[in-house]
């Protein structure tokens, strides 16, 4: 199975700074179509995931232009670009290339 | 907007069977492959199965094959998960979610199963 690892696993954050999350798969994510198959959810605490990002840096619907994916290969990088209280809670990358698809572990994003 | 709502969880001995049911709704159903993920209490996410949109391939976790069923029905826009020889080990909330794009995209609220004799 694909292994994701992301850092750091916890992340103390003072509002209105920048936060930034990194994941490292254990292989490529480039899929044969030629897209990288590398999502962001954040779990608020209480609620189910909510997809952020696909394939790489694509934002889904109402999600806040502060949230920004990028990356390549097999590195690749959350940022926020000033936190808010609302983006607290527990964010993980996700695989969707091999199944079956994996998650990083989760860091833990709170304020300061 | 896509809903999903999942339901049959619930408390099952080691050993023991339960089938959770996932009601989609705001999606033409049968356009979409769908899955389950679980998220054991207090850990992280795990995608358990996955089903094309008529029910001819599935795709499995390893911890779950043999043991572990999927299915749909899309005349009821139902996803379903019959889960037989439960271990400790299931213990999780169960998501029913939208598999599109290589991602699941949109998740219900969760469905809580606890394995315990």
């Known amino acids: 199975d694909v292994v994701m690892t992301q850092s750091p696993l916890s992340l103390p954050v003072t509002l209105g700074q920048p936060a930034s999350i990194s994941c490292r798969s254990s292989?490529?994510?480039?899929?044969?179509?030629?897209?990288?198959?590398l999502n962001w959810f954040l779990q608020r605490p209480g609620q189910s995931p909510r997809r952020l990002i696909y394939?790489?840096?694509n934002r889904d619907s109402g999600v806040p232009d502060r949230f920004s994916g990028s990356g390549s290969g097999t590195d690749f990088t959350l940022k926020i670009s000033r936190v808010e209280a609302d983006d607290v809670g527990v964010y993980y990358c996700?695989?969707?290339?091999?199944?079956?698809?994996?998650f990083g572990q989760g860091t833990k994003v709170e304020i300061k | 907007d896509v809903q999903l709502v999942e339901s049959g969880g619930g408390l099952v001995q080691p050993g023991g069977s339960l089938r959770l049911s996932c009601a989609a709704s705001?999606?033409?159903?049968?356009?979409?492959?769908m899955g389950w993920v679980r998220q054991a209490p207090g850990k992280g996410l795990e995608c358990v199965a996955t089903?094309?949109?008529?029910?001819?391939?599935?795709y499995y976790v390893d911890s779950v094959k043999g043991r572990f069923t999927i299915s749909r029905d899309n005349a009821k826009n139902s996803l379903y998960l019959q889960m037989n020889n439960l271990r400790v080990e299931d213990t999780a909330v169960y998501y029913c979610?939208?598999?599109?794009?290589?991602?699941?995209?949109?998740w219900g609220p969760g469905t809580l199963v606890i394995v315990s004799s």
């Open positions: 394939k790489v840096s």
């Open positions: 089903i094309s949109k008529d029910g001819s391939e599935e």
């Open positions: 705001g999606l033409t159903f049968s356009n979409y492959w």
């Open positions: 292989q490529s994510l480039v899929y044969s179509d030629g897209n990288t198959h």
């Open positions: 996700m695989q969707g290339k091999d199944w079956p698809w994996t």
């Open positions: 979610a939208r598999n599109y794009g290589h991602c699941f995209d949109y």
